[in-house]
């Protein structure tokens, strides 16, 4: 009887609920134990990729709302390529990013989340319904949708190459006696000796070894024979050290979407932009097509987000040419007679939609049915070809 009144007069115990400032140490060295596992976040290489993320986000055009500031975007183009996963709070004032997050799910959809909000006198603790809170991922699995991987966690070995390689590299240059030598002197005194030792400057990673000529006699040699300096310094061109940090580089490059010949010294102009239009293209947009769907679920419109027109990733001269001959085809249809109908059913054998072309044909032509922006727009036709 007295112990049951014990327990029940013992005072509770309170836990924090771990996404609390706790949550967050313990992220903040995980992330740091990762990066020495080989996740490589904190190689130039990495970090070049994913401040083109960023750049490339933060110039984007996004229609349909005002919480996708450009900041938020470099915030969602961070947290994406080094996380695999944003999560914002959708709140009166704007976006609030949220540093960790638990997250209950029905059907393999989030349902329910506990986010820890960053503040700078610590961190609190928000319980969110799903359709209050914005989440971006990449690289989800079957096992586990709700969830983003970043590009260097599907790249492992390759990430964990190129940190090897610039960790091994970098105690090399600290801790090899790069630039000593062997000095061969003839004899003298101890204390001339000693005295020539100090005498030598730029020693790095080992004292400079002065040898004499009756040590070398006393080896079985002939003291004019061998007589030159012998260089201390490591060999590393053996090891194909260039070799495989290259290749690792340009493993992490393509993991990210970035063609290796962006960072070539001998790159063009024609290479770059290709470059470019590979990174905006096939990396960018689709993550900027995922971002604008979440978007428009979470935040009540139809929010759309293009990162190939504010970066010029398009041939400008093709549209030139693509231009002069769409009108060109406009107008020698006009002057033929020939029904709209019939000239959007022959673009549209050139995988032009019918929408667009009927737009471009001056009939009335129906809105994208997933943005609000009109066709013409939406497709690149200038309002101009617009028959009045």
């Not at 470099?74 to 994406?80: G, K, T």
């Not at 209950?104 to 006198?121: H, K, Q």
């Not at 905006?280 to 979440?294: G, H, K, R, S, Y």
Request: hydrophobic share 45%; glycine share 8%.
């Amino acid at each position: 009887m007295l112990a049951w009144i014990r327990n029940k007069l013992r005072p509770i115990e309170a836990r924090s609920s771990g996404a609390g400032y706790t949550a967050q140490v313990m992220a903040a060295r995980d992330s740091y134990i990762n990066g020495r596992r080989g996740v490589a976040e904190l190689t130039a290489t990495v970090q070049s990729c994913v401040s083109l993320w960023e750049g490339g986000f933060a110039m984007a055009d996004v229609t349909g709302t005002d919480l996708l500031t450009r900041q938020t975007m470099a915030l969602i183009a961070r947290s994406v390529a080094l996380g695999g996963e944003a999560v914002f709070l959708v709140t009166d004032l704007g976006l609030v990013p949220a540093t960790d997050w638990d997250v209950s799910t029905r059907d393999g959809r989030p349902r329910a989340y506990r986010l820890s909000i960053p503040e700078a006198g610590g961190g609190r603790t928000v319980t969110a319904l799903a359709a209050e809170v914005l989440h971006l991922r990449i690289g989800s699995d079957a096992l586990s949708p709700w969830i983003g991987t970043a590009p260097l966690r599907r790249s492992s070995l390759t990430g964990a190459m190129l940190h090897a390689v610039e960790s091994a590299l970098a105690e090399t240059f600290e801790n090899a006696p790069l630039g000593s030598q062997i000095v061969p002197l003839p004899d003298s005194g101890a204390e001339d000796m000693a005295n020539m030792r100090a005498a030598f400057r730029g020693r790095r990673g080992s004292t400079l070894v002065i040898e004499g000529v009756a040590q070398a006699t006393a080896a079985g040699m002939h003291p004019q024979v061998g007589q030159r300096p012998d260089n201390l310094s490591p060999d590393l061109s053996r090891s194909m050290t260039a070799e495989t940090l290259a290749a690792a580089r340009e493993g992490v490059l393509m993991a990210y979407g970035v063609l290796p010949s962006l960072v070539n010294r001998a790159a063009t102009g024609p290479a770059v932009r290709e470059a470019q239009r590979q990174l905006a293209i096939w990396t960018l947009q689709p993550i900027a097509a995922l971002l604008a769907d979440e978007a428009s679920a979470k935040l009540g419109a139809v929010v759309a987000i293009d990162t190939i027109r504010p970066l010029q990733a398009f041939d400008a001269g093709g549209r030139a040419r693509a231009l002069s001959a769409i009108i060109k085809t406009l107008a020698e249809a006009k002057e033929a007679d020939i029904p709209p109908e019939a000239v959007a059913g022959a673009m549209r054998m050139v995988d032009w939609k019918e929408e667009y072309c009927a737009s471009a044909l001056g009939t009335d032509a129906p809105k994208d049915s997933e943005s609000s922006i009109p066709a013409t727009t939406a497709c690149g036709f200038p309002g101009a070809l617009r028959a009045t």
